[in-house]
Nanobody
Framework: QVQLVESGGGLVQAGGSLRLSCAAA????????IGWFRQAPGKEREFVAG????????RYADSVKGRFTISRDNSKNMVYLQMNSLKPDDTGVYYC???????????????????WGQGTQVTVSS
C-alpha cells in the first residue's frame, strides 16, 4: 500500500504562488496516474489537475487552466502542482491521489482514485 504525503501549502495573498509536492512512501507510484483534488469547507471534493504515469498527458479543471501546472519526476517518486495567480476561491485542503487502474487518460472523478494523502491546507487571502 502506498502512502502519500502532501506538502507546500500555506497562507498566501491573492496573486501569489505556491508549489505543492506529493511524495510517495512504501512503494513507487511511477506506474500510476496521479490527481490533485481540493476541498473547501462545506463543499465537495473537486478535481484540480491530473497527470498520466508517463507525464505526457495532463488534465486541468477549467477554473485553474492557465494558472496551475502539474508535473512529475518519476526518478524522485514525486508529483508537483505549481499554482500561480492564486485567488481566494482556490482556498481549501489539497489532496493528491493515485489511480491504480489501467486507465490511459486522467479521470476527474474522486471514485477513480485508490489512495489519498492527508492533505495540505492552502489559504489565499484577498
Amino acid at each position: 500500500q502506498v502512502q502519500l504525503v502532501e506538502s507546500g501549502g500555506g497562507l498566501v495573498q491573492a496573486g501569489g504562488s505556491l508549489r505543492l509536492s506529493c511524495a510517495a512512501a512504501g512503494r513507487t507510484f511511477t506506474s500510476y496516474n496521479i490527481g490533485w483534488f481540493r476541498q473547501a469547507p462545506g463543499k465537495e471534493r473537486e478535481f484540480v489537475a491530473g497527470i498520466t504515469w508517463s507525464g505526457i498527458t495532463t488534465r486541468y479543471a477549467d477554473s485553474v487552466k492557465g494558472r496551475f501546472t502539474i508535473s512529475r519526476d518519476n526518478s524522485k517518486n514525486m508529483v508537483y502542482l505549481q499554482m500561480n495567480s492564486l485567488k481566494p476561491d482556490d482556498t481549501g485542503v489539497y489532496y493528491c491521489a493515485t489511480d491504480e487502474s489501467t486507465r490511459r487518460l486522467v479521470t476527474a472523478t474522486p471514485k477513480g482514485y485508490d489512495y489519498w494523502g492527508q492533505g495540505t491546507q492552502v489559504t489565499v487571502s484577498s
